[in-house]
């Protein structure tokens, strides 16, 4: 190396090196590559461009401006384009391929993630005259001292950006940002205050949240056993939702939950076997369900088969995968296939889907397949024929065809009534049991996407207040499960996960836990007294949204049971894979 720290001339790099990585050039680059970079910049210079010491333009930049002035240590980085009036402070760096166009003003230490576009110009769109022929207009966009814009994001003319912001990747800026102002979405909107908080791993701004989902876990960890314990009725030896509520299935296997989740452990009033044995005993043996527990506590009786053999109790039909992922949290597994989905032929599984609500219930549509699929696989963990031959692959052959590709949902997409509400929630339910369950990739997850995210604003039922734990649930675990195909409008999805997150965590009453959350319409649902379904399903939720944000390492659990987020296994047939 020369005294400069330059590289010497006979180690030189790539000149198309500097391209992509141009902070390196005053440091790495070689006497020819210094003596080509001055030769190229004089040349811009000659067209009215001024430059600051230790600045570099990629020659592979479009550098068309009026005016360009280049603070000290700035630098264009190759494929980028710049037009117009363009004066940065020292210390910038416009990334490769971003554009910045118009009328442009950087403070110092900006920097311009790559594929990002500041453009400070626009024109009319009047219907008098075609686009083409539309006058230009140019209030400009001014960025502050320190300010850190992402990947992908754009800026629109007019927009000033105070000093010391962060913009998230993907972002669409329309409105001035505050000094300080940590942003994201599109939209972009406000998420908090970079003074606030340091940095999250891997380089993103910190939410605040990661601190308080680890206050959050420690302090439910600690109440775990109590709250387990306030539920179980000793006498019966079985469990209630919460104290004066009846003894129910989705009781005892909550419990489970909320043990594996919080204590690593069974529940601590029986022992895992006794625990199994227990909800092993509930099975109907010739239909392979759980029926509800009698009014004394025994086993419940079922309803008698539809002409398809199939028998339609809903409390039942959740019970294949409560009871199901409860046995398998505990070691366990069903002491019998479930014979009503081994014994439905595909004719009968294609007419009864074809005979589902889907237009009008779509909720208890999806809520059956995801009953019939969970069925499917218990059979395949107990040893037995999932279903009957082409059973599975008629399931995923009629899910694959009747799917909206506008949506990617099923059903009816919305209502005046209801909004979105029952097809997103039926997205939900359907897409657990079979797709993720099975470890399959759902169809159309960007459609998926803005479905969800559209629902997700619905103040009827996102307002602050009005959530309950099925409605958030239903809406973090399709962005959470669309989230593993694509990163599309992923800022969105982190902030609206990190408005959902912070409410949830306020939440938690101790010693009692969650409720599930305001009653829904007609009433359904077990309201906001705080009980272990409410619990179970706002831990679940509470993970999921904390890994939307980035931060659920922090919480020190990951749901195994219904609510897990990865399958429940491989896909039981390769060309399901």
Request: hydrophobic share 40%.
């Amino acid at each position: 190396m020369d005294d400069s720290g330059a590289m010497d001339s006979a180690t030189p790099l790539e000149d198309t090196y500097f391209d992509y990585c141009p902070w390196d050039f005053v440091r790495r680059a070689s006497a020819t590559q210094r003596a080509a970079q001055a030769a190229h910049q004089k040349r811009l210079a000659d067209s009215g461009t001024n430059f600051g010491p230790h600045c570099y333009v990629s020659p592979a930049a479009g550098v068309f401006a009026d005016v360009l002035r280049l603070g000290e240590n700035s630098y264009i980085a190759g494929h980028a384009y710049v037009t117009g009036e363009v004066i940065t402070g020292s210390d910038c760096t416009v990334n490769p391929y971003a554009t910045v166009r118009g009328r442009i003003t950087l403070g110092d230490g900006v920097r311009i993630g790559a594929h990002s576009s500041l453009l400070g110009f626009n024109h009319g769109f009047a219907p008098d005259r075609p686009v083409h022929r539309q006058p230009l207009t140019s209030k400009g966009i001014t960025v502050g001292d320190d300010v850190w814009i992402g990947s992908n994001v754009v800026v629109l003319d007019g927009v000033t950006i105070g000093d010391h912001c962060v913009v998230g990747a993907g972002a669409v800026v329309t409105k001035d940002l505050p000094p300080w102002t940590v942003a994201a979405g599109n939209p972009a909107r406000p998420l908090r205050d970079r003074r606030a908080h340091g940095t999250s791993r891997g380089g993103a701004p910190e939410s605040g949240l990661g601190d308080a989902v680890a206050r959050f876990a420690d302090r439910a960890r600690a109440q775990a056993a109590d709250l387990i314990a306030r539920s179980w009725n000793a006498g019966t030896g079985r469990y209630s939702d919460r104290p004066g509520a009846p003894a129910t299935v989705r009781a005892h296997c909550d419990a489970v939950e909320i043990a594996d989740l919080l204590l690593g452990s069974p529940p601590p009033q029986l022992a895992a076997a006794e625990h199994a044995d227990r909800l092993r005993a509930l099975q109907d043996p010739d239909s392979g369900l759980v029926p509800e527990l009698a009014s004394d506590g025994g086993p419940g009786v079922l309803p008698g088969p539809a002409t398809d053999g199939w028998i339609d109790d809903g409390g039942a039909e959740y019970h294949v995968l409560s009871v199901g992922y409860a046995l398998d949290l505990l070691g366990s597994r069903f002491a019998h296939p479930v014979h009503v989905v081994r014994r439905m032929t595909a004719g009968q599984l294609v007419a009864r889907l074809e005979s589902l609500p889907w237009r009008t219930r779509a909720w208890s549509a999806g809520a059956w397949v995801d009953c019939w699929a969970t069925g499917a696989h218990r059979n395949l963990v107990v040893g037995a024929e999932a279903g009957a031959p082409g059973t599975l692959e008629a399931l995923f052959g009629w899910l694959g065809t009747r799917v909206d590709p506008w949506t990617g949902m099923w059903g009816r997409a919305a209502s005046p009534a209801e909004g979105r509400l029952q097809v997103v929630n039926g997205y939900y339910r359907l897409t657990r049991g079979s797709f993720a369950q099975f470890g399959l990739q759902v169809p159309y997850a960007e459609r998926v996407v803005d479905t969800v995210l559209a629902h997700g604003s619905d103040p009827r039922w996102f307002a602050a207040g009005r959530q309950n734990a099925c409605n958030v649930l239903d809406v973090a675990h399709p962005l959470w499960l669309a989230g593993q195909q694509t990163r599309h409008r992923a800022a969105e999805a982190r902030t609206w996960a990190g408005e959902q997150l912070t409410q949830a965590l306020g939440r938690w009453r101790d010693g009692a836990g969650f409720g599930f959350g305001p009653p829904g319409e007609g009433g359904s649902g077990p309201g906001r007294e705080p009980g272990l379904q409410g619990t179970e399903m706002w831990l679940a939720i509470i993970w999921l949204l904390a890994d939307l944000v980035g931060v659920a390492d922090r919480l020190g659990y990951r749901p195994r049971g219904v609510h897990r987020p990865e399958a429940a296994g491989p896909p039981a047939f390769p060309m399901l894979g």
